[in-house]
């Protein structure tokens, strides 16, 4: 019983939670539920959930307020389900800790998907090490130890930073990742450092990583709010 994964749903309309309970149940999860901010916040606390689902607009406090909190001391996945559909929220979500974004209404498959991925980092343990071995996603290996990129069978060469920005989506796979975050982790968060700049480096490991690079396979555009590599390790 004690591999079952344990959910802590946050959610306080009713008719929703119902409804993701049931869903979560049936695919043998324990769901453990919060109606509000600060419920929910002694509830992670007390019970070291293994994913969060949070919706944004609670009664007692912005759920962009309980990542913040949670973040002081957990690094448990939160994946944010909401219906704020404007960019600049979702990116106020992923900047605060958020681990992803499902936008509502949900396709209950979808959900389900990203919560498995983000068990699966939960127990890859935490993502700031420096990564070694070796990372296979489709098509895309890379080498660590050598530092060598493969996509499609041919060898990739890749300046630093290309390598850089590559290397931390890739130890994201299946994630988001904000413009900011990738410009943190890679600049060290310089001031001169723009989107712009990700962008053109963007391009650039685009021509080099894919078959056709305006519609890529492996790192794709979250409009206005990152970059996500596709998992293709999934089932
Ligand atoms: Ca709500």
């Not at 992803?100 to 983000?118: C, M, N, Q, S, W």
Request: aromatic fraction near 6%.
């Amino acid at each position: 019983m004690n591999n079952v994964p344990f959910i802590l749903l946050i959610e306080d309309d009713k008719a929703i939670s119902n409804f993701m309970n049931t869903v979560l149940c049936a695919n043998q999860y324990r769901v453990l539920h919060a109606q509000t901010g600060r419920e929910a916040i002694a509830l992670s606390s007390s019970h070291c959930p293994d994913v969060v689902l949070l919706d944004l607009g609670l009664p007692d406090m912005d759920g962009v307020e309980v990542i913040r909190t949670m973040r002081q001391w957990t690094q448990v996945p939160i994946i944010v389900v909401s219906a704020r559909s404007r960019e600049q929220e979702k990116v106020d979500a992923l900047d605060a800790g958020a681990d992803d974004y499902v936008p509502k209404p949900f396709g209950t498959a979808e959900l389900l998907a990203r919560i498995r991925t983000a068990l699966r980092h939960n127990t890859q343990g935490p993502g700031q090490d420096a990564p070694s071995g070796k990372f296979q996603n489709g098509g895309l290996s890379i080498d660590y130890e050598a530092r060598r990129i493969n996509a499609d069978g041919n060898e990739v060469h890749l300046t630093h930073i290309e390598y850089k920005i590559v290397t931390l989506i890739a130890r994201h796979v299946g994630k988001v990742l904000t413009y900011d975050y990738i410009i943190r982790n890679v600049w060290g968060g310089r001031p001169t450092v723009d989107n712009q700049i990700l962008r053109v480096n963007m391009a650039n490991i685009r021509r080099k990583l894919e078959k056709n690079p305006a519609e890529p396979l492996y790192i794709v555009t979250e409009t206005g709010i990152g970059y996500r590599m596709i998992d293709y390790t999934v089932d």
